[in-house]
């Protein structure tokens, strides 16, 4: 069973349209983090969302973490050929061990110019 | 963040042989991890490493196969011992950086193909 559940699997969209991508669990988590892999990389760190509710901005990447944090978006606007990659969110479980992450199986978004 | 390295970037072994995997930090850190991602996967944690003391490791992972050291505050090696083709997949080695929300950052990886 997947604890950390991300949808779409596979995104493939054209310059300037924008997206939304889903991590959602049954289980609470007290911190979720979301981060972008390239080929041949390792995750990149994006962003860390803490409190429920919160709505964090990068530039075009905006990311919620829902009320009750089981859940987490992101949604990017206006994608470029530069956001092409695979994104994970990942997160630290509430009352777990505070160093261990979950991580979801990642949604691979292709950006086509 | 901390810069972290990883040797080598990928091999190409064959079943019932070992591979170590090195991985070098540009400052010293208290906590290492090891992940494996298999294709499709989700990242999956192998074990902690924690300098002067031994691995933790995840369920479905024990010492004999995947032995790890820690000597030192800014290196740690992961071998994969008698590979099968089952263990092809991206090795990664991660530090924490957050000590209150757990954010950790990433080697490069390393890319294990066993035929």
């Known amino acids: 069973t997947q604890l950390l559940e991300q949808s779409p699997q596979f995104l493939s969209i054209q310059e300037g349209e924008n997206l939304t991508v889903y991590c959602n669990s049954s289980?609470?988590?007290?911190?979720l983090q979301w981060y972008r892999q390239e080929p041949g990389e390792g995750p990149v760190l994006l962003v860390t969302?803490?409190?429920?509710?919160e709505v964090k901005k990068l530039k075009r990447l905006t990311f919620q973490f829902g009320d009750a944090r089981k859940d987490s978006s992101l949604h990017i606007t206006a994608a470029q050929p530069g956001d092409t990659g695979l994104y994970l969110c990942?997160?630290?479980?509430?009352?777990?061990?505070?160093?261990?992450?979950?991580f979801g199986k990642g949604t691979l978004l292709t950006v086509n110019p | 963040s901390a810069v972290i390295s990883q040797k080598p970037s990928r091999d190409i072994c064959q079943r019932g042989t070992s591979l170590t995997i090195q991985c070098q930090v540009d400052?010293?850190?208290?906590?290492m991890f090891w992940y494996r991602q298999q294709p499709g996967q989700s990242l999956t944690l192998i074990a902690t490493a924690n300098q002067g003391s031994e691995a933790t490791y995840e369920s479905g992972f024990v010492i004999d196969k995947f032995p790890i050291s820690r000597p030192n505050l800014t290196f740690s090696t992961l071998t994969v011992s008698n590979m099968s083709p089952e263990d092809s997949s991206i090795y990664l080695c991660s530090t924490r950086e957050g000590p209150i929300y757990n954010e950790q950052f990433f080697g490069p990886g390393t890319r294990l193909t066993v035929l």
């Open positions: 990942a997160g630290a479980l509430s009352g777990g061990s505070n160093y261990k992450l979950t």
């Open positions: 969302v803490v409190t429920g509710g």
């Open positions: 289980s609470v988590f007290s911190s």
């Open positions: 400052s010293q850190v208290t906590m």
